[in-house]
């Protein structure tokens, strides 16, 4: 693992001032780090009235966990994503993130969705750029990063090739490094694998807990796929139909070096058979 | 062997992109000059390709000079079109209110013939350049306009938002997410306004202009000089060759990564 300890090094040299002073808020009580969401709820205005999305929601996530939101579909999952960085006001409650209030895009998040939404225009490596470019940072401070990450991801050698050529897969990881290159608090994913076939979606799966171990980073990763967020999560967040609500929070007791052999074992059996139940009950899934 | 190698040439020859609308044009020609041969189609109905040929070759002076100011005013209307066109759209497809005052009223005023107002421009600018320039613009306006804003709509919303979600400002995200996607689309808006561009002009040389191809056009029809006016007709179609030619070649230079661009590429890499 020669991307790890380099990677980190490569982090810190990137964001200088601004990420020391970070450090020293995330070691502040616990309840100033992380993320934390507060009696959050969001309520869309249409003409035919008000149609609730989501319910009041509270919990926190903490630095560096993988956290996983599964749910059925049209449960606000995408809205919680998108108040979380900022994009989209919540109509009550407070979300703080290091303890300052959310009210604009704070750029502290990368985002990845289903889609790998690359510029077709850029190359690999300026599509993997593009949040220096949009937060005004010094460009070669941040260009050893963006080769770390795409070799990180298995993309190096395909920095100057143009989207299109690369496929599915090569493109999400690529979207994923887009995600970190400005060293973001979270990575936030918006069922980043549901384009991808089965044997791809294992693979990368497998790769994003990889991920998620050399960079320590925060993961914020929103899914339908129950097995998927076992094998992937630190905690599992279950949410209910629309308008969703927090239905229940598991602790996942797999340890954080997880192979695929991790689902045939009986705690990934039982605890997707209890996530499963909620929707069962609920009658969401058939 | 040497029969092999000389056919696959003449086949690679075939490939070549301006030859088989030659061949094409070539055939339509003898088709006209065979069918006023079998038919006996008296020369003050339809002259003869040869006709036609003599006159652009007798006359080519005259012509050329007069093909310039046609080609001035059509340059001009088109480049009013791309100068207007492109940043209305931007306001039609950036803001819902823009869009319900603007856009039907666009629509409705494409519906009024060119050619019924074109007196107008002779009545308010004179006979000089500027209203053929405006008739050129009026036709050229509207295709740049539409395109355009199909371009600038069909941005992926998530897109934008990741964008803006790494903090950059509206300006930022509309240069390196919106109109580079948007330029596609507004090529193939421009290269159908340079055609129309150079129907404009025309237009505007009949209603009133003493110089310009239209203006040869509309003399030759009042003395029955047939042959004259086919060959403003293919200097006029030539004048569209070309200005779509350009367009097009800009277009490669601009756009060189989109899907109708491929082929080019990977022959280049």
Known sequence: MKGGPALSIAANNGAGARDSHLRVVSEAPAHTSGIRLSGVSKTYRSRDGDVPSLRPLDFQINDGEFFVVVGPSGCGKSTLLKMISGLLPPSTGEILVDGEKVTKPHGNAGIVFQNALLLPWRTVLSNVMLPIDMKRLPRAEYLPRAKKLLEMVGLAGFENKLPWQLSGGMQQRASICRALVHDPKIMMMDEPFGALDAMTRERMNYELRRIQRETGKTILLITHSIPEAVFLADRVLVMTERPGSIAAIYDVPLGHDRSLDVMTSPAFADLVQRIRKHFFTQGALD | ?269
């Open chain 2, 1 to 269: 062997m040497s029969e092999r190698i000389g056919s696959s040439r003449a086949a690679r020859a075939l490939n070549a992109a301006w030859l088989r609308p030659v061949l094409f044009l070539v055939m339509i020609v003898v088709a006209w000059d065979l069918s006023i041969r079998i038919f006996h189609i008296p020369a003050y109905q339809v002259p003869s390709p040869l006709d036609v040929v003599v006159v652009l070759w007798q006359s080519w002076p005259e012509l050329l000079s007069q093909t310039w100011p046609t080609t001035y005013a059509t340059v001009g209307g088109f480049l009013l079109s791309v100068v207007f066109g492109v940043p209305i759209a931007m306001l039609i497809a950036g803001s819902r209110t823009v869009e319900s005052y603007v856009y039907p009223l666009l629509v409705f005023s494409q519906s009024i013939p060119k050619v019924a107002i074109a007196p107008l421009f002779v009545v308010w600018f004179g006979f000089g350049l500027l209203p053929k320039v405006i008739s050129a613009f009026l036709l050229g306006f509207f295709p740049v306009v539409v395109s355009a804003v199909q371009g600038f709509k069909s941005v992926d919303p998530d897109m934008v938002d990741l964008a803006r979600a790494m903090q950059g400002n509206r300006l930022q995200v509309f240069l390196a997410v919106n109109l580079p996607h948007a330029l596609p689309a507004i090529f193939s808006g421009l290269k159908v306004s340079v055609t129309l561009a150079v129907v404009g002009a025309v237009v505007g040389e009949f209603v009133g202009s003493n110089s310009g191809i239209g203006y040869v056009l509309q003399r030759s029809i009042g003395t029955f000089d047939l042959p004259t006016m086919f060959a403003a007709l293919v200097i006029l179609a030539l004048l569209g060759v070309v200005l779509f030619w350009i367009v097009d070649r800009i277009e490669r230079l601009v756009i060189p990564w989109h899907a109708s661009q491929r082929d080019n590429l990977i022959i280049a890499a």
